[in-house]
């Protein structure tokens, strides 16, 4: 829209606040109790910059309703009617106005939402709330965030009972002084039947149906543990033939800095690493479970529903998506049996555990856990696995597009 076409700033206000009626008030009281408004702005100025755009909209969409947007009236918002206020003002920094005013329309539709007074659609809403949130912060930021909430008196007491250092401790014990293991695996089937029997905690159905001793690759919540103990110096499994407790051992339960980073780092691995992909691969799992989490930690829980619209979002992956997103239930669903994740949807995690879950997200950094699937090549086993779900040659060559392949 030129400038000469715009309709005069005022009418434009006069056309919102007709629109808006009462929630103008009611938004004010609401930014007042649920948002940090900067002193200077206040919550009047944002109602009344909100009234402004209001009007703008319902200029360049006439049949727009405010409390029911669409995703196509947002982009009118955010192409047309914003770009326009801040062309209007002549601020030297155009690209931070717009960003501030965008985040209005993001704080009124979360007032609408949370106050019952948005009428379209559900989908619609949480649409409209992603156009307009821009560029998503990374998931350690989200985690890092949570986590300052957080005293080590509530970490801790959640930490040291939770079900990963409790196995811990429970292979510590059985280890001893050392344990003779053998040269092809962290340990022995008679020490994996040993440590399932001495621990005291609900696990995953584990045990051999008929009592024999099992291997540790059958047990997998276990043989993470191990992995990760073995990395963080809780074991040491440099002579193959023998385990021994590891540098850390001695002092990792202590109530300090480095001992309780040791052990978010044990705990936050454990929950955000698949156990299938432990000696490499690629899991759908391991690379959406940290935002289901992340979404938890930030106050938006996923739901059944929401898991549902991943395969939605995913419908160019064919068959494969619904699988991934069963593989992901599965994962929540075990690490509810563990206690780390509510028992069912909407899926929440302890705020005991923010502190493990921002330290293993920050140690694995911002690496895109699609990026290097085909950095060697194409995994061999990914077309047989395709192949098995049913996915079609056209198929197949998107989720190549989408994973950085061939």
């Given at each position: 829209m030129a400038a000469a076409d715009r309709p005069p700033v005022s009418d434009s206000y006069e056309l919102g606040e007709r629109a808006l009626g009462d929630l103008r008030g009611a938004f004010a009281t609401?930014?007042?109790?649920?948002?940090?408004v900067d002193d200077e702005v206040g919550a009047g100025a944002v109602v009344e910059a909100l009234t402004v755009g209001a009007g703008g909209l319902l200029t360049v969409r006439p049949g727009a309703v405010v409390t029911r947007l669409t995703p196509v009236d947002v982009e009118a918002l955010t192409g047309q009617v914003v770009p326009a206020m801040v062309a209007d003002t002549g601020t030297p920094e155009p690209a931070e106005m717009q960003e501030d005013l965008e985040a209005i329309w993001y704080q009124f539709l979360a007032f609408l939402g949370?106050?019952?007074?948005?009428?379209?659609?559900?989908?619609?809403?949480?649409?409209?709330?992603t156009l307009?949130?821009?560029?998503?912060?990374?998931?350690a930021e989200v985690f890092a965030e949570a986590a300052e909430d957080v005293d080590e008196g509530e970490e801790d007491a959640t930490i040291l009972a939770s079900f990963p250092v409790r196995a811990a401790r429970a292979v510590l014990e059985h280890v001893g002084e050392?344990?003779?293991v053998p040269d092809d695996a962290e340990l022995a089937p008679d020490s994996v039947t040993a440590v399932l029997a001495a621990f005291e905690h609900p696990i995953p159905i584990t045990a051999d149906q008929d009592g024999q001793p099992q291997d540790l690759e059958d047990v997998p919540w276990l043989r993470q543990v191990v992995l990760t103990m073995l990395d963080l110096d809780l074991l040491d499994g440099e002579d193959e033939t023998?385990?021994?407790?590891?540098?850390?051992?001695?002092?990792?339960?202590?109530?300090?800095p480095e001992p309780r980073e040791l052990r978010r780092l044990l705990v936050g691995r454990f929950v955000l690493d698949d156990p299938g992909t432990l000696d490499g691969g690629f899991s759908i799992t391991e690379a959406v479970l940290p935002t289901v989490l992340a979404s938890a930690a930030a106050g938006r829980p996923f739901d059944d529903a929401a898991l549902d619209d991943l395969v939605a979002n995913a419908d160019v992956l064919g068959p494969a998506a619904g699988v991934a997103v069963e593989e992901l239930r599965?994962?929540?669903s075990d690490l509810a049996v563990l206690g780390i994740v509510s028992g069912s949807a909407p899926w929440t995690v302890a705020r005991g555990y923010w502190p493990a879950l921002a330290a293993a997200a920050a140690e694995e950094g911002d690496e895109d856990p699609l990026g290097d699937l085909f950095g060697e090549g194409e995994p061999h086993w990914l077309e047989n696995v395709m192949g098995q779900l049913g996915v079609g040659d056209d198929q197949m060559q998107q989720i190549r597009n989408i994973l950085g392949g061939r």
């Open positions: 609401w930014l007042d109790e649920n948002v940090e949370e106050t019952g007074r948005w009428t379209g659609s559900a989908g619609d809403l949480e649409t409209c709330l307009l949130q821009g560029e998503p912060p990374e998931l050392g344990l003779a023998l385990l021994v407790p590891g540098a850390e051992a001695e002092h990792w339960l202590e109530p300090t599965e994962r929540l």
